[in-house]
Structures are given as C-alpha cells and as structure tokens.
C-alpha cells in the first residue's frame, strides 16, 4: 500500500489516520501532511473532537524513516528532516481541540512524541514505547520536551538513556503516557470511539480554554523545537552515526 494520510468524520468526531508501509515510518512529506491535516481539523466547525491513528494492526508508529535519515548530508537538509516531528508536535500542542491518542501497537522515536503530544491516550496492551535515537548516534531531542512533559523527567531520562529496550505498555500507562489499556484492537476502537462522542456533547469553548490551561508553559516550543532539531541535524553528521547508520543499512 501506499503511504497516505486521511481524514474522515464520523459524529463530529474527526479521525486522522496516517499509514506507511515500512512500520508507520514517518518520512518528511507524510510528516507535512499531517501536520497540515491537524492543523485544518482544528479549524473545521464540523469537528468537535480529534482522533490521532494509524493504520495497520501491529505498530502505531516506527519514528521517523530510516531511508530519509540516512541520506542526510549537510547541516540544512539535517534541521529541515528533524522539523519535520517538531512541526506536527506543534500543530496537535496549538489545536484548539482536544486530540485524543489511539495506539494499537509499538510506538517508537518521534511515534512516542506524537502519542505524548495528544492529549488522552489510549491503547492496546501491545503498545510497547521504545526511544532507539541514542542507539543510532543522536537522541531524543525533537520530542523530548512533548514525553518529557508526559512522563516526567525521570520517566522520559529512563526510556531515552535505555535506548535498546522496548517498555511495556502497563509501565506507559503507570507513568502517563496511556489512560487506559485494552485487550485488543477492536476493543481499543470501540473505547475510542465512545469516549469521543461522549467528549463531542461537552461545551466546545470550555473544552478550548482547558487545553490552553493544560498546555501553558509551552509557549516557547515554536523556537525550542527547531533548536532541538538542530541539534539532531548537526549529530547526524558525526562520522559515529554515520558509522552506525552503515552498520544498521
């Protein structure tokens, strides 16, 4: 199948589906996609809540493609390829809806900032979370504010600096990132969905002024992200990560 990002309403409720072949591997123009997608539902009256998902059954999100990363050369295509998660982070951080998080499987790098970027989350018991950037060279720096906010920092230190481990879900879950856990996908769908609706009924403007208070604080992330995905830009180019990127090719 083809990569693709797509948006359908169903009760007011707008669901936002991103999809890649390789794991939901996010590469840059699917990156833009959706961040224009999000940005577009939070200005649409016919949508009064927003569900973040992917396609497929086994992983929510593989992080940002392998294939874009390792053909990075210079210092500006490095920012331009990291800004990617920083602008869809942002997008979900300004919506003025409620984003709720639907992950059915493992989650991965920049895939652990969007499900900490959401605002409710919930998920499968096979949602295992992994931060693998230090394993490649460079690190959590995009997203680390977004999971950081989410976990803690202790929490967020813990999965970064252990960066071969996958976490289980139920540990997501005892540390924020998750709401709720269900025994499969179709549960974690109908759990969903429910919940969404039932939020639809609620006072849209109440509703905008409580993520503009759960979300204060982060004003400077506009700035903050792209310094950070300079950061990442300029660790690409190390010749360690590129000798660990030959190594994972």
Same mark, same amino acid.
């Given at each position: 199948?083809? $990569? ?11 669901? #936002? ?9 996010? $590469? ?10 999000? !940005?577009? /539902? ?5 949508? !009064?809540?927003?569900?973040?998902? =992917?396609? *497929? ?7 940002? =493609?392998?294939?874009?990363? #390792? ?22 951080? !300004?919506?003025?809806?409620? #984003?709720? *998080? ?26 295992? #979370? ?8 460079? *690190? $959590? ?12 920092? =202790?929490?967020? =230190? ?13 540990? /997501? ?17 109908? *759990?969903? !969905? ?28 506009d700035q903050l992200l792209i310094q950070r995905a300079k950061i990442s830009g300029r660790l690409v180019l190390s010749e360690f990560t590129k000798e660990t990127l030959k190594r994972f090719k």
């Amino acid at each position: 199948m083809e $990569p693709y990002v797509k948006q359908t309403i169903e009760n007011q409720v707008g669901y #936002i589906e991103f999809f890649h072949p390789a794991h939901n591997s996010l $590469p840059s123009n699917i990156l833009a996609e959706l961040a224009r997608t999000i !940005k577009n /539902a939070g200005e649409d009256s016919n949508i !009064k809540v927003i569900v973040l998902k =992917s396609g *497929g059954d086994r992983t929510f999100c593989a992080g940002a =493609s392998f294939e874009e990363l #390792i053909s990075i050369e210079d210092d500006e295509t490095g920012k331009e390829f990291f800004s990617g998660f920083a602008n869809v982070i942002n997008a979900m951080r !300004k919506c003025p809806k409620f #984003i709720i *998080g639907r992950v059915q499987g493992k989650t991965v790098g920049g895939g652990v900032g969007l499900a900490s970027a959401t605002d409710y989350c919930m998920a499968t018991k096979f949602a295992a #979370i992994k931060l693998s950037e230090l394993n490649v060279g460079i *690190g $959590p720096f995009v997203v680390g504010p977004a999971v950081q906010r989410k976990l803690g920092l =202790s929490a967020m =230190s813990q999965i970064a600096i252990d960066a071969n481990s996958f976490f289980d879900a139920e540990w /997501a879950r005892q540390k924020g990132l998750y709401t709720q856990l269900f025994e499969t996908t179709e549960e974690l769908d109908e *759990g969903v !969905k429910t919940f969404a609706e039932n939020l639809c009924s609620y006072n849209p403007k109440a509703m905008t002024e409580m993520k503009t208070m759960f979300w204060r604080g982060t004003e400077d992330w506009d700035q903050l992200l792209i310094q950070r995905a300079k950061i990442s830009g300029r660790l690409v180019l190390s010749e360690f990560t590129k000798e660990t990127l030959k190594r994972f090719k």
